[in-house]
């Protein structure tokens, strides 16, 4: 089992601020992806970062692939009130099947 | 945008019970999933389906779980007799192809009581 450790769990902070949520793994993956969840609904594509080193920008939210594949960093830039929810980092195993990371939970508040 | 489907959004059903949960992935996705979110944990693999057959399926997904793609357009996770820990959030997926994002239906939120 390929296990994707993300950190923080849990975040809380003023809007405005800056923070980065870390998803680390023992594992190389071929590639990565970032979800982002709502409460009661199911969690939404953000971005797929497949080359090491690569870095992909969403407005204010900028997504980092490390050189070595195993680990990926979401930066988000002057936090929204907007920004909240559960943020998933996700890879795929040699088969079919991908493994989620455990969640940061962010709370932004207004 | 086409969307995953799933239905119902909420299913109570009594311990023992039978429950089939359904989902439409997007029209020309070949892989589709199953996955569960007990309330306030991480999301877990449950089963994934690929030319009319199970391709993978984890530990969770044991003899009372069942899929079933019967027309070509539903796809069914059927629990044979619900237990209480089976309370969660059941979520479908799908995607093109092996290397293309999942893209996730809203849930079914199951409750056995």
């Known amino acids: 089992t390929q296990l994707l450790e993300q950190s923080p769990q849990f975040l809380s902070i003023q809007e405005g601020e800056n923070l980065t949520v870390y998803c680390n793994s023992s594992?190389?993956?071929?590639?990565l992806q970032w979800y982002r969840q709502e409460p009661g609904e199911g969690p939404v594509l953000l971005v797929t970062v497949v080359t090491g080193g690569e870095v992909k920008k969403l407005k204010r939210l900028t997504f980092q692939f490390g050189d070595a594949r195993k680990d990926s960093s979401l930066h988000i830039t002057a936090a929204q009130p907007g920004d909240t929810g559960l943020y998933l980092c996700?890879?795929?195993?040699?088969?079919?099947?991908?493994?989620f990371g455990t969640g940061t939970s962010l709370t932004v508040i207004p | 945008e086409p969307e995953v489907t799933q239905t119902p959004s909420h299913q109570v059903t009594q311990m023992g019970q039978e429950v089939i949960l359904r989902c439409v992935p997007i029209s020309n996705h070949l892989y589709f999933y199953w996955y569960r979110q007990i309330l306030g944990q991480k999301v877990e693999f449950l089963v994934s389906f690929y030319n009319n057959e199970i391709s993978e399926k984890s530990e969770i997904f044991d003899d009372q779980f069942s899929v079933e793609r019967p027309d070509g357009s539903n796809f069914t996770l059927k629990i044979r007799s619900t237990k209480l820990e089976d309370s969660a959030m059941y979520f479908c997926?799908?995607?093109?192809?092996?290397?293309?994002?999942?893209?996730f239906g809203n849930g079914t939120r199951l409750t056995v009581t």
């Open positions: 997926a799908s995607r093109v192809w092996r290397d293309s994002p999942l893209h």
């Open positions: 594992s190389v993956f071929s590639s």
């Open positions: 996700a890879g795929p195993n040699t088969g079919n099947q991908f493994y």
